[in-house]
């Protein structure tokens, strides 16, 4: 099922695509997230959404389409649908379907204030992907979106890593967490306050693990061994992400 919308700009690892078309990057930040992956942490159930920009810095306007692969196996009960339009005009949303991986059923096109069809994305415009969440369960989901031309090649692409804690309120409350230094050349602190026990776990931008451990209120890693970049530090209890930090390598 699909409906008319209209899109407005409010506030989603790898291979190698060629970057000289598109550039993604996240409503309301304008560093490019092409190759990488975001962390969407979910605190509440119901509709959450993560909105990205998918620019055309081509010559010629674009009919793009976006396909989204599920990385994981999703809990029980996930769903999720996708609005494609172009950023400030009009759009199309779609109910996604089991399949995977799945794609939006028409190239984008602009459309009028009556939404009648005009062109495909102009060049040096963006378009946007209002990508929702529904109802989702305690547990993680990983997924990849793509663009691409209709029947064309895949263009680039961004992950989306969607972390629902089933921590309540009060329990946030009484806990917390100092990370220190960040950026960080050599060995990073970690102090936990309100956790007995926990499980740390470091992700490069391409979703590799390149640390995973348990700790107890404090721990030092060292972290000089890592290359220079961006690192998603991840806190998990009994299975359940609970907090995520973004931490940066700087030698």
Known sequence: MKQQILLFSITLVIANFCYSQVEITKVGNPALVNGTQLVHVVNTSGDSNIDLLFKNTSTT????????????????????????????????????????????????????????????LPAGEAGLAAIHFVN???????????????????????????????????????????????????QLTINTEGMEKLDIRIFDVLGKIVYDEKAIKSKKIDMSELKNGVYILTFIEKGITIQTKRVIVRH
């Open 61 to 120: 306007d674009k009919y793009w389409k976006i396909t989204r692969k599920q990385l994981t196996t999703l809990p029980v009960g996930w769903t999720d649908y996708i609005c494609w339009g172009i950023e400030g005009g009009a759009g199309q949303c779609y109910t996604s379907s089991t399949q995977n991986p799945w794609i939006t059923p028409d190239g984008l096109t602009v459309y009028d204030a009556q939404f009648n069809p005009v062109s495909g």
């Open 136 to 186: 989702p369960i305690c547990g993680t989901a990983d997924y990849r979106y793509y663009v691409h031309e209709d029947g064309g090649q895949y263009l680039d692409s961004v992950d989306v890593k969607v972390v629902f804690s089933c921590a309540s309120i009060d329990d946030k409350e009484t806990i917390s967490f100092s990370v220190y230094p960040n950026p960080v050349s050599s």
